[in-house]
Structures are given as structure tokens and as C-alpha cells.
């Protein structure tokens, strides 16, 4: 008898493994297909989005990103992830949890709850792969991780911004602050994190090491993959991805762009080089869909998550 899951995967599929069948075009839209569920047992890595923008500085609209991600995704669930050939739901179990739920017009219940929503996935001893919503949504995120796995973490930060602005207000919501927050809070480590794709002014990048995205042309995508496994080494890493570290070229749907960044192609391969990493977790952040076009912001932003998954199931492969 043939038990292949012909569509609707996400609702229909029993196993947290292997994949469906299913019209690219149709369907419930989980990142890839993953099934639907709150139950995170025996789960490899957990998806879920967090759609907030309340904490923009310029344009908003990054709430709708996580949605916009999962349909951007429908395309990578059918064929085997290039370049690395495999699927990785053969060996890598990962569910679609949903969207952590917060009140918007409680501003001041934010940040508890999306801790909260981070703690109960990582009691689990899930991983974390979130979609935002805008980049505050790192700063909350990295607190439950530092609880789960220890502090300082290392922080993997591709970003047009530093992130690093001062702020000493404990209820500010600026996603142009967090880092600067995470470093005075002893989340992060600075000497072994190392933000990439940097166009933005700071008098003070509070010693995080930078490759600014002018390193980053000069040198080369190879290089920065090997600069960020040198300071990173085997530490706990946090890994962010800004979309706007992305150049407006590739990436128009975000609500801060920047000149001069990073293109796709050189993105995708300093993410698909950091093989070995210790990752403890990860988000994709700041895709605005009202400012996209043909997608391709969020397909980009789609196509890295689906590689960061890839890295997972081949450190798992690899009994790391």
C-alpha cells in the first residue's frame, strides 16, 4: 500500500521525518512543508516566527515576514537543497511551531513573552531557527539561550547595522540597540563574535570583531567563512541574519536598507561554509513584504534558513 502524503503535508504527515508530495503552488504554507505541531518531542530543531515590528526605527512591515518566508519556501521542499544534495529530513527532525503570540498593545509584555515562548522550545532541547519580524526580537531570544547554554555566547551577526547603539533604558524596544544590551549584559562574548556585512557609522563597536561589507568585496566570501570559524572556534555560537545585510539589489523588502552590501550568492556561501560551528540557534529577520518585489527578498531569506537546517543535519550526521 502506497502511504505516500499526497499535500497538505504540514497537517497530514505523521512522522517528523522524510517529506510529501505536494503542488508547489498549493497547500498549507509551513517553512518547507514541516508538520504543524506543538509537540516538540524527539524534535531536532524547532521553526518559529515572531512577528513583530514595533520596535523599527524606519519603515515597518517586517511582522508579515514570517509568513512571507514560509511561502517563500515551497519551491526548496521539493527537489533536494543545492548545493549539498541531501534531505535533510531524512535524518534531521524539524517542525513548524508557529508564531509566538504576544499583545501588541502591551508594548511592555513583549520581551517577557517572547522569552517565555523561547524557553519552553528550548527545555525541550530543540533548536531555535526563528523568523522576525524586526531584529529586537535577537535581544529576548539570545537571553533564553544564554540561559539554556550558558553566558557569554558567541554572536554570528550579518547585518547592515552594528546594532550596537547605546541604550540604557531596561523597556526601550529598538532594533537598533540589542547588541549593544547583549554585550553590557554579558550575553555575548565580543572578542568571539563577529558581525558581517557592516555599512552603518559607530563610534563604538564595543570590540565585536567586524567584516565590513567592503572586507567582505575585497576579500571574498571564503575568507570571511575562514575569519569567522577562526574567532568563533568550537564556543556556543548564536547565529542572526539581517536580510538587509543583503544589498537593496537582492533584498528591497526590508525596512532599513543599505548601499553596498553583501549580494545572495556571496551570503549563501559564507553561511553554507560554517560547517563544524557549534550553533545553539538562529533567526532570519527584518523581511518586509510590502516593500519586496517578485519575492525575492523573502526567497533569499528562505534559502538561508533552509542552509542553516543544513548545517544542523550534517553536525548531527556527524554525531557533534
Not at 63 to 79: D, K, N, T, Y
Not at 113 to 121: F, K, L
Amino acid at each position: 500500500m502506497d502511504d505516500t502524503i499526497h499535500g497538505d503535508g504540514a497537517i497530514r504527515r505523521g512522522s517528523l521525518y522524510g517529506a510529501s508530495i505536494e503542488n508547489t503552488y498549493a497547500g498549507v504554507l509551513s517553512f518547507m512543508r514541516r508538520n504543524y505541531t506543538r509537540d516538540l518531542q524527539g524534535v531536532d530543531v524547532a521553526i518559529s516566527g515572531v512577528p513583530l515590528d514595533l520596535a523599527t526605527t524606519f519603515r515597518s512591515g517586517a511582522r508579515l515576514g514570517p509568513s512571507a518566508v514560509r511561502a517563500a519556501s515551497v519551491q526548496l521542499a521539493e527537489l533536494h537543497p543545492y548545493p549539498w544534495g541531501f534531505n535533510p529530513f531524512d535524518t534531521l527532525a524539524v517542525t513548524d511551531y508557529g508564531d509566538c503570540w504576544f499583545d501588541a498593545h502591551n508594548p511592555l509584555s513583549i520581551k517577557p513573552a517572547i522569552i517565555e515562548h523561547a524557553r519552553t522550545i528550548l527545555r525541550s532541547n530543540a533548536k531555535m531557527l526563528t523568523f522576525g519580524g524586526d531584529h529586537f526580537i535577537t535581544y529576548p531570544l539570545l537571553i533564553a539561550h544564554a540561559e539554556k547554554y550558558g553566558k557569554p555566547l558567541s554572536l554570528i551577526h550579518f547585518d547592515a547595522h552594528c546594532d550596537t547603539w547605546p541604550d540604557d533604558h531596561p523597556d526601550s524596544l529598538n532594533h537598533g540597540t540589542m547588541f549593544y544590551k547583549a554585550v553590557k549584559e554579558g550575553l555575548i562574548d565580543p572578542k568571539t563574535s563577529v558581525q558581517v556585512g557592516i555599512r552603518t557609522w559607530n563610534d563604538d563597536f564595543l570590540g565585536i570583531n567586524i567584516l565590513d561589507a567592503a572586507w567582505v568585496h575585497e576579500h571574498g566570501p571564503r575568507a570571511a567563512r575562514d575569519r569567522i570559524l577562526e574567532i568563533v572556534g568550537e564556543r556556543p555560537a548564536y547565529l542572526t541574519f539581517d536580510i538587509d545585510c543583503l544589498d537593496p539589489a537582492f533584498a528591497p523588502g526590508t525596512g532599513t536598507p543599505v548601499a553596498g552590501g553583501l549580494s545572495s550568492a556571496q551570503a549563501l556561501a559564507i553561511v553554507r561554509g560554517l560547517e563544524g560551528l557549534n550553533l545553539v540557534g538562529a533567526d532570519v529577520v527584518e523581511v518586509a513584504p510590502a516593500y519586496d518585489q517578485s519575492e525575492i527578498t523573502a526567497l533569499a531569506a528562505a534559502h538561508l534558513a533552509c542552509d542553516l537546517l543544513c548545517l544542523w543535519r550534517q553536525r548531527k550526521v556527524a554525531g557533534q
